[in-house]
């Protein structure tokens, strides 16, 4: 690209210059976006890195998108120095280790010749605060409190303090490692939070002029969380140095007949915290499927070896199920890390396979792609959990999207449908009135990524049960809010849509009508109630609602020994939300847009005498969503966010042609395309 | 033999009939006849009336009154509730319950009233005459105190289609 | 009066009255023969099969059948209109005949209508189970509590659903048992055993046979018959209704309820034929149940089938003619075409197909071929409500929650049972009630006896 961009710009192109994507439009965009674009490496490998550097500063990006007075200091782990103690504590050059917030027994492609080297090693200790393949590794474990129940300060980004306090007291009265590494250094003072108040009150209240008092500072700084002083004016800058001698090292991938590349899920990231039921239960964004990881192949690959989901193929010798990825590139094959943990807890034990050991070390730089695998099919199958089997909208106005260019002509792009469902609409019944608030939420489908985030927010804050991989494969999950993907229909290259679905609070709601015992009423605020305690559990509200958003209790999923992720002890059920019922077996339940939130709120402002504000109120998806694409709000205040969302000429209401009348609006996907 | 009761035992409907019409162009109305399947002629010719289809029409008239009243004020007056849009007095649903209710209402009140006018319920003990009178056997039972004179002509009557038990 | 001329002699066999009683109830006072013992033995153990699986959903929960986010109602749905729908033959044998004077259906209707009591109330356990709370059904009634007093919603199609299954199973149960009175009555006065004169006894309710009881007892037939014809209708129209009302695809027809009620006596009447032919096999009634009752039958059957074929393609001609996409997609590719095409054909074929066979008097004739045509007869009717519920909720309007359906062997176990007690009901009706209303055959085999006097004819 770097090549392309140069010739582009005029300059003289510089290596070897043979792509097998074509990269020309991309090109085209970003030489058009110049200043405003921004390339990034997902590399460790530092030639690359500087490549995009130089990419960047050709597109004149820096100083632009690229921030040069402030650095971001996570991810500083290099992997070249682990290489080093690794080969170190194999010689046995290092006596000792102390082992904290990483697991290298299971992350790294190397973790069975680790774990005997720790076992070799004269001292091996690992500071944790639940158990996993290092610790199980090592020879002592230190109970490490939960960092809810400590005391912590960060930098996560130059010349940002934040400080940690604990939430809740130490429940099984584990130290916190910098207090044993303070002791163990012979200092005096033995709290850690008498250190770090000590370093805030000395070093960094130096750094401001405002509050005198240190102890003043100190407080302040607590109540605030953050501590952004005065910036520094260290102005990074770009150079080229080492530049002519990365391109010179980077080499075309050498093509073998499949590549398999390793990824971080949505869900699991790098497999840290694979005990979390919540995480497995997530379906990944693309493929829709739960609990386990598994081989995406590309659909042309999959009928030439007649392979379809759920097949299994063997790579390298792993064996893998097989789910058929429309999109994946030809001749790759992508698995997910972070799974195939053995030593996590009993929920994160044994699932899916372990693809760390597949990743290579070269350069001194781990790579997570493996060139020329050994891919054998197999006659075995293996269930996965998947939770959507049809990919297609069926020429269904479901998504609506337009391409940039129309919009940006006609804002009503490829929504004049509403115009006309609209006009269609008749009804026998005046609608009703909604006198005070009318809630209603927004999703800007431009924005929505798919990451799901909502999801787990809901999940959590809603005390939505986890119900296992046999119950997701039977197409049971318990989400409020899920997560549709739709392809587009050219397999090779499709197009994907995301769309989140959660209770459309129709003020004409199918499912109100049916129930027989009056346990999913409407509310005068426009929600759509559900009445655990009335609800008999006929499912009549299930099968009426055409969004199938509607979630019924088909086991007893909480204090059930066949059920058992978080809610069979005391510490599990510490997860559960007081302010939301954990409904039993046999009844509905379903998206309540938090009710518990609105009235919380309704009452906060009561108290002090005011209307509810704007934005006040938040839904854990509206608040867990990081691109801002849901918005919940007064539909009756015209002021409102929302009113202004739903009077946008993008906003649709799905299945609008039914007359259910949604408090939920669509906003058209706009995709960056040229018409 | 009965003291008090002449019993005319008829093997078919005709003879029973034809007795029957005999005996009450002596004036005499026979205390009762029992037969295995009703004969219309002996229901008609002993006159007794029934009413209970009037009956019936005036249950469904109070009932279908009354079930759309309390429907009516259970969803509008006594707790109003918002169910997918529609106004809280939806006539139209209301039809529905009205018509079964009202069936089954009639039912089982006309099922009453059956029992207790015609002394049909668990527990009779009946007052049987002649056995066979629910099998193939027609009875005509005749109080000897109506008879008076007549008591000779009307063992006639039925020894000539039947015979007297 | 009624003239049985067209139709011929009712019964064959010129029996007498008491020949009428004591072959009818000849069962009763007999001793049971062994197959009825195995047959017994078999229905238990369906049945019990049926507890097991019952205990099973109680127990663990729905969670236990196949049902899912998407498919909400299965087998047991089906189950349930299928079986109400076999619970329509009594009373629509006995009503809609009674109205039309057939008296032909003297012979039959008590059958149909014991039919009717088992099959309504194996058809009542399912909405009861499949419930995520049977212990509480009875939120369902709209009775005074301290809640407000919350009542129900009288909106849902359940509700009315509730009110009509029970109105429906009091008033066939109440009607047939009403009917059988002067029957118990009879079996009391020929009895032998004493134990039996007093169950009988009981039973009868003190029945004599008295003037002023038939009288009574025609005023309340009349009334009971009356009021129960609308219940036919009615019932079956309201079961419709659960689908009718919603808005999925597929469910969402106004054709429903004239459909659902056709159906379901086309069902019936088909149910009522594989009991009879079993009958008269097992009990030698063809003297009583003969050849012509089986053959008006099957002459009924031909018409009802005729209506359920256009009622057919009525349906797939409305979701054309609608031109909405969901309909078409749902009729064309979803039922017609495609995943659920086999139980659409085997629906049609089954119901607006074979019973054709029926225009020959051959087929007719053939006791084997009547009995194997009302089998598929019913499993036809059963799939029809499978393509209507599984396919409809399987494939609606939103294809991100599309999702197969198949039951488990729990739900199987469960219908299983109620077979079981269908079967278990009927044994116990051959064994302990007379099959044939007594009563009523005597009155019309009169008609039937070649030695009438000529005054007599000049009553007709």
């Not at chain 1, 650095?71 to 194999?90: H, S």
């Not at chain 1, 792993?318 to 009993?346: D, H, N, W």
């Not at chain 1, 999923?557 to 019922?581: H, I, Q």
């Not at chain 1, 998206?591 to 854990?620: H, L, N, T, W």
Request: aromatic content about 12%.
């Amino acid at each position: 690209m770097y090549n392309q961009l140069l010739k582009e710009k005029g300059f003289a192109g510089v290596g070897e210059t043979t792509v097998s994507v074509d990269l020309s439009g991309l090109v085209a965009d970003l030489i058009e976006n110049e200043g405003k674009s921004l390339v990034i490496s997902g590399s460790n490998d530092t030639s690359i890195q500087l490549m995009v550097n130089a990419i960047n500063q050709l597109l004149g990006n820096y100083g632009n998108t690229i921030l040069t007075s402030q650095t971001l200091n996570v991810k500083q782990g290099i992997d070249a120095d682990f290489e080093k103690f690794v080969a170190e504590i194999k010689s046995k050059t290092v006596a000792g280790v102390l082992c904290w917030g990483a697991n290298p027994v299971y992350n790294h492609p190397a973790g069975r010749e680790i774990k005997q080297a720790f076992e070799g090693l004269e001292l091996s200790v690992a500071f944790a605060d639940r158990p996993d393949e290092t610790s199980a590794a090592c020879h002592w474990v230190c109970n490490e409190p939960h960092f809810l129940e400590a005391w912590n300060d960060a930098e996560p980004k130059m010349g940002i303090y934040s400080l940690a306090q604990p939430a809740i007291s130490n429940l099984f009265g584990g130290k916190q490692v910098q207090e044993l590494l303070l002791k163990w250094s012979g200092s005096t003072s033995a709290k850690y939070y008498e250190f770090i108040k000590r370093n805030w009150e000395e070093n960094l209240s130096a750094l401001q002029t405002e509050i005198a008092n240190p102890q003043q500072f100190w407080n302040d700084a607590l109540q605030k969380g953050v501590f952004e002083p005065v910036k520094n004016s260290t102005e990074l800058t770009w150079s080229d140095a080492g530049l002519s001698q990365a391109v010179a090292t980077l080499k075309p991938v050498a093509k073998g007949d499949c590549e398999i590349v390793l990824y971080e899920s949505v869900a699991l990231g790098s497999g840290l915290h694979a005990n979390n039921p919540w995480l497995h239960e997530l379906p990944d964004p693309i493929a829709k499927i739960s609990w386990d990881n598994f081989a995406a192949v590309p659909v042309k690959w999959a009928e030439e070896k007649g392979l379809k989901n759920e097949s299994v193929i063997a790579v390298n010798g792993m064996e893998l199920p097989v789910f058929i990825q429309p999109g994946q590139a030809t001749g790759t094959i992508s698995v997910a890390l972070g799974y195939g943990r053995e030593v996590a807890g009993k929920v994160g034990n044994d699932l899916g396979k372990n693809l760390y050991l597949f990743a290579t070390i070269d350069n001194g730089v781990r790579k997570y792609h493996v060139t020329g695998a050994a891919v054998e099919t197999t006659t075995i199958t293996y269930d996965l959990a998947i939770s959507q089997t049809h990919h297609s909208m069926e020429g269904r106005p479901i998504v609506r999207e337009a391409k940039f260019s129309e919009w940006k002509e006609n804002p009503a792009a490829e929504n004049a449908l509403k115009k006309e469902h609209e006009a269609n609409a008749h009804t026998l019944y005046p609608e009703v009135e909604f006198k005070g608030h009318h809630w209603g939420m927004a999703v800007d489908l431009t924005s929505c990524t798919g990451c799901s985030a909502c999801s787990v927010a809901c999940q959590a804050e809603n005390n939505i049960p986890v119900i296992g991989k046999e119950q997701v494969r039977n197409r049971r999950i318990m989400h409020w809010i899920r997560i549709d993907r739709y392809f587009s229909n050219n397999a090779e290259n499709p197009e994907v849509f995301h769309q989140p679905v959660m209770c459309q609070h129709c003020d004409n709601a199918p499912c109100e009508n049916v129930c027989p015992v009056s346990a999913t009423p409407h509310s005068e605020e426009g929600l759509n109630q559900m009445v655990y305690n009335r609800c008999v559990g006929t499912k009549y509200c299930v099968n009426n609602c055409p969004y199938k958003v509607r979630r019924f209790n088909w086991f007893q999923y909480v204090k059930n020994e066949e059920f058992d992720f978080a809610s069979n002890s005391d510490l599990g059920r510490m997860v559960l939300n007081p302010d939301v019922t954990v409904r039993s077996r046999g009844v509905v339940e379903k998206c309540s847009f938090c009710v518990q939130r609105i009235q919380e709120k309704k009452a906060v402002a009561k108290v002090a005498g005011r209307k509810v504000e704007d934005g006040e109120i938040q839904p854990a998806c509206v608040q867990g969503c990081p691109a801002n694409a849901l918005v919940f709000g007064d539909m009756n205040n015209p002021e409102s966010k929302i009113s202004k969302y739903m009077k946008n000429e993008r906003n649709y209401h799905l299945l609008e042609e039914l007359h259910t009348l949604p408090s939920v609006g669509y906003l058209v996907k706009v995709r960056n395309k040229k018409a | 033999m009965n003291k008090d009761y002449i019993l005319g035992v008829f093997k078919d409907e005709e003879s029973l009939v034809e007795a029957f019409e005999k005996v009450k162009q002596k004036g005499i109305l026979p205390f009762e006849v029992y037969t295995p399947y009703p004969v219309h002629e002996i229901l008609e010719g002993m006159g007794n009336k029934t009413r209970i289809s009037h009956a019936a029409f005036f249950f469904g008239l109070f009932s279908a009154i009354g079930i759309l009243t309390f429907l009516t004020w259970a969803a509008t007056i006594s707790w109003p509730i918002n169910y997918g849009g529609k106004p809280t007095n939806s006539f139209p649903s209301f039809i529905v319950v009205t018509i079964v209710a009202t069936i089954l209402s009639i039912t089982l009140l006309t099922l009453f009233t059956f029992s207790a006018r015609a002394k049909i319920f668990p527990g009779k003990v009946p007052e049987i005459f002649h056995s066979r009178a629910t099998d193939d056997r027609f009875v005509m039972v005749i109080d000897k105190k109506s008879l008076g004179e007549n008591e000779e002509s009307v063992n006639a009557i039925i020894t000539a289609h039947g015979e007297v038990e | 009066m009624y003239n049985s001329a067209v139709r011929g002699r009712l019964i064959d066999g010129n029996k007498s009255l008491g020949q009428i009683s004591e072959e009818i109830l000849s069962p009763i006072h007999a001793k049971t023969p062994v197959w009825w013992y195995l047959a017994l033995m078999g229905a238990l153990g369906m049945l019990g099969f049926g507890g097991y699986a019952i205990f099973l959903t109680l127990s663990k929960g729905l969670g236990t059948w196949g049902l899912n986010n998407s498919v909400a109602w299965g087998w047991d749905i089906i189950n349930f209109v299928w079986w109400i729908g076999i619970g329509h033959a009594g009373t629509a044998f006995s009503i809609f005949l009674l109205i039309l004077r057939q008296k032909w259906r003297t012979a039959i209707n008590r059958a149909a209508e014991a039919m009717t009591v088992v099959a309504v109330m194996a058809a009542a356990l399912f909405p009861l189970l499949h419930m995520g709370r049977p212990w509480l059904f009875f939120y369902i009634f709209p009775y005074p509590n301290t809640r407000g007093p919350l009542w129900v919603n009288f909106n849902s199609p359940l509700f009315w659903d509730f009110v009509a299954i029970s109105a429906y199973l009091l008033i066939s149960a109440s009607f047939w048992y009403f009917g059988m009175l002067p029957d118990f009555a009879t079996i009391r006065d020929t009895a032998k055993s004493k134990i039996k004169k007093a169950v009988y006894g009981i039973m009868a309710f003190g029945w004599t046979g008295s003037s002023r009881e038939w009288l009574r007892f025609e005023g309340l037939s009349f009334v009971l018959g009356g009021i129960a014809a609308v219940l036919v209708v009615s019932v079956h129209s309201i079961v419709s209704t659960d689908f009718a009302v919603s808005v999925e695809v597929g469910w969402h027809t106004t054709i429903f309820p004239p459909y659902f009620v056709v159906g379901a006596i086309f069902s019936g009447f088909a149910m009522v034929l594989t009991l009879v032919v079993m009958m008269r096999k097992l009990y030698n009634m063809n003297d009583f149940i003969t050849n012509r009752h089986i053959d008006a039958v099957c002459r009924v059957l031909i018409f009802i089938s005729l209506i359920m074929g256009t009622a057919y393609l009525t349906e797939i001609f409305v979701a054309w003619y609608s031109g909405s996409p969901y309909e078409m997609y749902m009729f064309f590719k979803n039922r017609l075409t495609g995943e659920y095409a086999l139980e659409f054909w085997t629906m049609f074929i089954s119901n607006a197909v074979i019973p054709q066979l029926f225009w020959f008097k051959k087929v007719r004739s053939k006791m084997w071929m009547v009995f194997v045509i009302s089998i598929i007869i019913n499993i036809g009717m059963w799939f029809e409500r499978y393509n209507i519920i599984v396919t409809s909720l399987s494939r609606d309007y939103l294809p991100s929650s599309w999702t197969p359906y198949s039951p488990t062997w729990v739900e199987v176990g469960f219908f299983a049972g109620t077979i079981g007690l269908f079967l278990t009901g009927v044994l116990l009706f051959f064994r302990f009630i007379p099959m044939i209303a007594i009563s009523e055959l005597k009155s019309v085999a009169k008609f039937d006896k070649p030695q009438k006097s000529v005054k007599h004819a000049n009553h007709e």
